[in-house]
């Protein structure tokens, strides 16, 4: 579908993590994320979205479409679904014309592939500072097809992923005119993919080394 894989650091400036990302020091929604500083402006990445802000500027304007996978970080207790290290795999498309209907068609084939070609998505409005419209998607049920089961936890809808179109003002700072370009944005946990395709109920089991768990699983040759 023409996205080059982009990578970021780890150790990040507070200005691509948050600022660039519309949300300047003091916005609520920095809570969101509880995050582990270094000094004033510098810390452990809290999501894979700086790469956005850092490929917008190294484009200068062009159109791009990236995947952007790699390490984050957050100031959480480790539990069966909380890691204070983890991955995300974040998706942006810039350009004229990118609609939310792009946005969409590509979530679906997404979610087709990677659950089932049966699969249907749902689009839930919700908030991203770096979005707007912002959405979250759900996915029909794997195991139970919809009808409610302890996977889905009775509702037919398992949530995957945000995404949303990217807000005015990130594209402004990413030195893009809001006006002629657009673009749309998503963001997911791989973990919690795998966690939920293959019925692994403890994230811990992704860092731990047991040799049982990870025999189970085979790199896919491509
Ligand atoms: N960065 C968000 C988080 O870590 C996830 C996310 C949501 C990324 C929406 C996006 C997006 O690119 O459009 O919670």
Known sequence: MGYEVAEGPEVEKDYYNFEALNLPKGHPARDMQDSFYITEDILLRTHTSPVQ????????????????????????NDDATHSHQFTQIEGLVVGEGIRMSDLKGTLDLFAKKMFGEDREIRLRPSYFPFTEPSVEMDISCFK????GCNVCKGTGWIEILGAGMVHPNVLRMGGYDPETVSGFAFGM??????????GIDDIRHFYTDDIRFIAQFHRAES
């Open 189 to 198: 946990g791989p973990e919690r993919i795998a966690m939920l395709k293959y």
């Open 53 to 76: 802000a850092r490929t917008m500027e190294a484009k200068e304007g062009r159109p791009f479409r990236i995947i952007c996978p790699g390490k984050v970080y957050r100031r959480d």
């Open 144 to 147: 139970c097809g919809g009808s």
